[in-house]
């Protein structure tokens, strides 16, 4: 192999390496609906994400970019806060309303965009405007880097549990 070519596929190693570790970018879309719910035998008509109650799970690895583009489909003014998420110079991804962004209204979308940097482990998004938190949430599980070991043995199986008090 030429001196060139060696010092080019170095390179390309060097930047596959550094690309994997910064992570990749995950995209979920959140469509804020109205859907009718049934529970313990009474049924009603509740605020949800994609129709689901409770609302889908977002997964990220550590290191990852999270793109989560929020449209919303209802009457209510509506943010997500991604409860213990720290946010690191992505502050207007926050999510309280009228405190790091007017609320997304009717008809309109917002992208929050931020990084998951030196946090593992499963936390909850939810909304973070008047009451809609009673129906609008959701794990959000970030996963530990590849070949990174469990602070304690694998886990045979793993079903994320949310209580609501
Ligand atoms: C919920 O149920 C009511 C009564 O059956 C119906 O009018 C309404 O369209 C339903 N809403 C949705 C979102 O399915
Ligand atoms: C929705 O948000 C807008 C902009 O902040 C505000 O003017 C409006 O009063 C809000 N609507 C409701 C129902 O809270
Ligand atoms: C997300 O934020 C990063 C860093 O500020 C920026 O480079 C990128 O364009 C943003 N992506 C979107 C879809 O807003
Ligand atoms: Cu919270």
Redesign the pocket.
């Known amino acids: 192999m030429g001196g060139f070519l060696r010092i080019l596929v170095a390179t390309t190693l060097l930047l596959l390496s550094v690309y994997s570790v910064a992570g990749t970018t995950r995209s979920y879309e959140f469509n804020i609906q ?3 719910v049934t529970r313990l035998c009474h049924t009603r ?1 509740m605020v949800t994400v994609n129709r689901k109650f409770p609302g889908p799970h977002i997964v990220a690895t550590e290191g990852d970019r999270l793109l989560i583009k929020v449209n919303n489909h209802v009457s209510n003014n509506i943010t997500i806060h991604w409860h213990g998420i720290r946010q690191l110079r992505s502050g207007w991804a926050d999510g309280p309303a009228y405190i790091t962004q007017c609320p997304i209204q009717t008809g309109q979308s917002y992208v929050y965009n931020y990084t998951v940097v030196g946090q593992r482990g499963t936390l909850f998004w939810h909304a973070h405007i008047s009451w809609l938190r009673a129906s609008l949430y959701g794990p959000l599980i970030i996963l530990l880097k590849l070949n990174v070991p469990y602070p304690f043995s694998k886990p045979y199986k793993e079903v994320p549990i949310i209580f609501v008090v």
């Open positions: 109205l859907q009718n008509s």
